[in-house]
């Protein structure tokens, strides 16, 4: 007998969380010339194309100086080392955050301490920062300097973080990674604190085509620092007037980066597209959208959505072809290299650890292409209506 044959209609690709190659496949013409042109000019470190790219983002930022690096982890890291921060000083931050934030505390030598978020933005509880401002947890060294995560794509809560270091006299950083071109009350972050440092890994917002970072402050002084510290300590060749490290950005990434600079109110423009999209297909269903912060932009580096049943969406979000991630898996506090040695202030972090427990990201990012976002929408209906 002969039987029909059947014949299952190819399963669509798989939508990655990320997908850095398509940026470079939609961009390759101007990227390869941008290439070849520091390619051809014979200089590879701290040339031309750097300076015209620190030149170029100052100006987009609204900072008077911007200094190029090796990443963002090391931007903190230079800030913090121009700002003075080592041994026996403590700065406060959050456990919710990429693990380099706490990193860069601990490479200057300084103490951290690892505070609470709020459950809606995932961002530092300000009420939680002033208590320990105003009364230090017992043991730990004096805390002079505060790191603001603005995660995800929107500002922490700022202002009142601003304030409460104001009063204490101590610096506020902002680790800018997650946000380029996110404003709070019209401003850019980047330009509220005392500086702040930016990652350009290839996934973020303003990406480079391998590791590259650039921190940004209106404090000359300290801008002249950094640039020696990143390089030595030199402010003449060969010659260190301070103990430097060897962080800096290869004029490879600076000529990619000045492509994409002019390409990133756009591509902020089209993840907030997708973003509406993605708040629309979850109308109606047991999850909430990401809660957009008032008198903020959003530049959503990630779509984070919560569930308590979060490795099963995952699972069915997958089975439909959507890749999802989260960010992040295990709070700094709880990873082995940190377990039972950092600090943690007196709330503890319970609000942390629920959101390790619950969060999901969704794919967002520009070179997502309209039929890929229907897709995640229908797949979103499907599994979370
Ligand atoms: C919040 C945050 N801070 C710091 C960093 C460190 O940046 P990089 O990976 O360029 O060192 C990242 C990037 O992973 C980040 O997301």
């Avoid at 509880?125 to 929107?154: K, M, S, T």
């Amino acid at each position: 007998m002969n039987l029909p044959e059947t014949v299952s209609p190819p399963r669509p690709a798989m939508i990655p969380l990320a997908d850095p190659g398509a940026a470079y496949r939609a961009q390759r013409d101007v990227l390869d010339d941008a290439l070849g042109r520091a390619l051809d000019s014979g200089w590879y470190i701290l040339g031309g194309e750097g300076a015209a790219f620190e030149q170029e983002f100052s100006a987009w930022l609204g900072a008077p100086h911007a200094v190029g690096c090796a990443n963002g982890t090391d931007a903190l890291m230079l800030i913090l080392r121009g700002l003075g921060i080592g041994p026996g000083m403590t700065v406060a931050t959050v456990s919710h955050t990429a693990v380099a934030t706490v990193a860069a505390i601990e490479m200057v030598g300084a103490t951290p301490l690892l505070l609470d978020i709020d459950p809606d933005t995932y961002t530092m509880d300000p009420d939680e920062l002033v208590a320990v401002l105003d009364d230090p947890p017992p043991g730990l060294p004096p805390i002079r300097a505060v790191i603001a995560v603005h995660l995800y794509g929107q500002a922490c809560d700022l202002l009142p973080m601003l304030a409460a270091c104001e009063t204490a006299g101590i610096p506020l950083i902002e680790d800018c990674a997650q946000c380029h071109g996110a404003t709070l009350g019209g401003r850019k972050l980047g330009t509220l604190g005392h500086a702040a440092a930016f990652s350009l890994y290839p996934t973020k917002n303003l990406g480079a085509l391998g590791d590259a970072g650039i921190l940004a402050t209106r404090d000359t002084a300290l801008a002249e620092r950094i640039s020696a510290i990143r390089q030595y300590g030199w402010k003449s060749r060969y010659i260190s007037d301070m103990v430097g490290v060897n962080s800096r950005l290869d004029e490879l990434q600076a000529a990619v980066l000045r492509v994409r600079l002019p390409m990133l109110d756009g591509g902020n423009a089209r993840r907030n597209a997708i973003a509406t999209a993605y708040d629309d297909a979850l109308a109606g269903t047991a999850i909430t959208p990401p809660v957009r912060r008032e008198d903020a932009t959003h530049v959503f580096h990630q779509y984070v959505i919560r569930s308590p049943e979060r490795d099963e969406l995952a699972a069915l979000l997958k089975e439909q072809g959507v890749g999802t991630g989260i960010h992040y898996p295990v709070p700094v506090h709880l990873q082995p290299a940190y377990l039972d040695r950092v600090a943690l202030g007196p709330a503890g972090c319970a609000e942390t650890e629920a959101a390790a427990r619950e969060v999901l990201s969704l794919p967002v990012y520009p070179e997502l292409t309209d039929e890929q976002v229907v897709r995640v929408c229908e797949a979103l209906k499907l599994v979370a209506g």
